[in-house]
């Protein structure tokens, strides 16, 4: 069914939010994603990525957090970029039937100071729909093929990070919103996301067997198949029990 944009945006308090859904406990999701026209300072993606502003802001992260691993520098950005895009993405989509508009030409990036990204700002509405689709591949192929597939080969690209580590990346984050977001069906999906080999369509799914949901010490504990690099990168935490690496686990 198509939404209008005056049906589309919700309001709180006079600001425009971009899902009802960004409300509770995802009310943050409103600092990371909203409209385009109040990200004072976003650029576009297209720009950003073109202009050689990415390989600044690289370079601004990894002198402010004295990272001299470039691929770890890139991977903990992507982590940001990444949780950023995806978590709102998958909120708004699965518990509110909204499918935002995150086509990569369409979307602006703002930064942190620290050269990370802040917050995406997406085009007013037009063209929004709420959308039934129960499939996860399907609720996920915007987000897939519009914008994660071409992040990926500018990672690859400047940061020197393999896809397989970029896609693992996304995919942490994927699968913590439809967990901790989900209803069903959708929140059952979870385990096809990283479960099947081949799309519905048949083409590779680069997110197959990128995590894994094991049980350790009697609990249930998801695990990367690579790691993010970040025990590279000084000061910053591990991420506990989902490194690929053992020896990091208990860091």
Not at 187 to 196: E, L, N, R, S
Not at 219 to 242: H, Q, W
Request: with cysteine; hydrophobic share 45%.
């Amino acid at each position: 069914m198509a939404a209008s944009g005056h049906e589309s945006i919700a309001e709180a308090g006079g600001a425009k939010l971009l899902s009802g859904a960004f409300a509770g406990p995802h009310a943050w999701c409103n600092e990371k994603m909203m409209l385009a026209e109040d990200l004072s300072d976003g650029i576009p993606l297209a720009t950003f990525f073109a202009s050689g502003a990415f390989e600044r802001a690289l370079s601004t992260y990894a002198e402010t957090s004295n990272g001299s691993d470039r691929r770890a520098v890139a991977s903990m950005w992507s982590l940001y970029y990444f949780s950023c895009l995806t978590i709102p993405y998958v909120v708004a989509r699965v518990l509110d039937h909204q499918a935002l508009p995150v086509a990569f030409d369409a979307m602006t990036v703002a930064l942190s100071a620290d050269g990370l990204p802040r917050a995406f700002g997406v085009a007013t509405p037009g063209d929004w729909r709420e959308d039934g689709e129960k499939e996860i591949f399907s609720v996920l192929a915007p987000l897939m093929e519009e914008h994660l597939a071409k992040v990926v080969g500018h990672l690859k690209a400047v940061g020197g990070i393999s896809p397989k580590l970029a896609w693992n990346n996304a995919a942490v984050y994927i699968d913590y919103a439809l967990r901790t977001a989900g209803t069903e069906p959708l929140g059952d999906q979870a385990d096809a996301i990283v479960g099947c080999r081949l799309m519905p369509n048949g083409a590779p799914n680069p997110f197959f067997d990128c995590l894994r949901h094991e049980e350790e010490d009697g609990a249930p504990v998801c695990r990367r198949k690579i790691c993010c690099l970040r025990y590279l990168l000084p000061g910053i935490p591990s991420c506990g029990s989902l490194c690929a690496l053992p020896s990091q686990r208990k860091q």
